[in-house]
């Protein structure tokens, strides 16, 4: 694992930002995969500044995001859609066209999952997958438990969850959607490069057993040691536990 370690959050969401804009530079119809979190907000508002300033072109990318809750339209503003739409689409010139994302009120949510995975594929595949980490090692909604799930599927997502999307939901975990839809493990470790961000003292421990300890479906971010191009991006406090 290529791990990069920076003073601050905001050298840690500029150099990703920067890594993103680079591999568009060489790969304009570059297929990404694409989180939400708090730690992904800075990386969006970079990549927001170097458009503005002519330095990243999204003419030809293709973008897949990692989850959505379920029950609730892409319209709602607690949905991911409309996260993403809030930070990144609504002011880059992503096509609309090739924006895709879990539908969290379809008819037939394991469908939907299906679709999902076909439609990546149709994509040939994610290029470079960037992801955040859960306070509880979960990536994506692949949640900590006694199994992971490889495709896209239905999950039940934790209560330590709940309360750390609580924002999206007036800040009420009550309101958080019990449920969500989530790109599989072994989706994500399809994808051709991944990307991990981490920052904040919170995430130390998680990264830590991520990195050093066993690969574990207690810790879901554990299997990214089974990939070959993972890159981590942590800000100082996130690296504290690595020596
Ligand atoms: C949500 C997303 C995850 C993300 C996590 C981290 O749960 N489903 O993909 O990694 O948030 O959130 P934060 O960056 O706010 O700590």
New binding site residues.
Partial sequence: MDIRIFDSPDQTAAAVAQRVADALACEPSLVLGL???????GVYEQLRELHARGRVDFARAVAFN??EFAGIPPAHPGS?RSFMDRHLFAHVNLPPTHIHFLNGVAEDLDAECERYETAIEAAGGVDLQL?????NG????NEPGDELTARTHRVRLAES?RR??AALFDGDPARVPRE?L?MGMGTILKAGGLIL????A??AHCVERALRGPISTHLPASFLQLHRRVELYLDRDAAGRLT
């Fill in positions: 989180p939400t979190g708090r730690t992904s907000i990692l989850d991911f992801l955040g980490i859960g306070s979960h990536i994506g909604f969850t750390d999307n969500a989530s961000m981490a920052i904040g919170r995430k």
